[in-house]
């Protein structure tokens, strides 16, 4: 263990759903605490527009990308191999690539069910199993799962979402019973509402925001650059001894009523 506990230095972390969003803000904050970046997304534009700014910003040396289908079982089996074989041992995942979609649950088709719930549960099963048979071997590796506030609360019109989340955390658990005693730490973020393009308009809701600022106990919208401190914490040797947990980082919303 090197003198600083959150130096990322020399370990490779892939972080699915990093062309953009949330993602991206976490591959930027392992950036800069010294890991080398595996980039991902479906959409190649977009990635490799993302790509293209991550090399300006850490160099050429430390950015690599690939594209597939989270959901996909053999792309995500022959790209995890890929990734090891022409990149390196992967040391850092983050399951983050996630969906959304809203509707009353009476009106919720089966179809978009099983879309919400492979993309954000079925998901982190598939990578998170491909990446750990090797991190297993190694002894070492740290999985981080990007849960959600709704991993433990509910409101209407995200049944799916909820119930995906929900699994979330529990996977993480599951994959800890099996795994911690070979050396991986595997622990989850639960992010609150997060000031980001995708919520400009719930922010620009007058009625929205001003629910959001009074149901906040920091008295605030969380910012991307809110979830990388933890990120980094939990991708770092400084969580060594935290395993299974769920950190909330929501401005302390989940814990009042
Ligand atoms: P975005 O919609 O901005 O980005 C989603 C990312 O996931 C994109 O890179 C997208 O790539 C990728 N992705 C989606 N589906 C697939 C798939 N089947 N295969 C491969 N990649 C896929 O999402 P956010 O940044 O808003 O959310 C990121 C995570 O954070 C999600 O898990 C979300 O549930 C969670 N979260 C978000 C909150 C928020 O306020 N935004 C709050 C709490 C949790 P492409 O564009 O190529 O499809």
Known sequence: MGNNL????????LVTGSSRGIGKELAAGLADAGASIVLHGRETERLAATTAEF???YGAS???SYAFDVTDDAAVASNIARIEAEVGPLRILVNNAGIQHRVPLLELEVTDWQRVLETNLTSAFLVGREVARSMLERGEGKIINICSVQSDLARPTIAAYTAAKGGLR????AMTAEW???GLQINAIAPGYIHTEMTQNLVDDEKFNSWILGRTPAGRWGTVEDLAGPAVW???DGS???????IFIDGGMSVVV
């Open 62 to 64: 430390r950015i690599f």
């Open 234 to 236: 939990l991708a770092s």
């Open 55 to 57: 090399v300006q910003r």
């Open 170 to 173: 529990n996977l993480t658990r």
């Open 6 to 13: 959150f130096d990322l230095t020399g370990r490779i972390a």
């Open 240 to 246: 060594n001894y935290v395993n299974g947990q769920t």
């Open 180 to 182: 911690a005693a070979r």
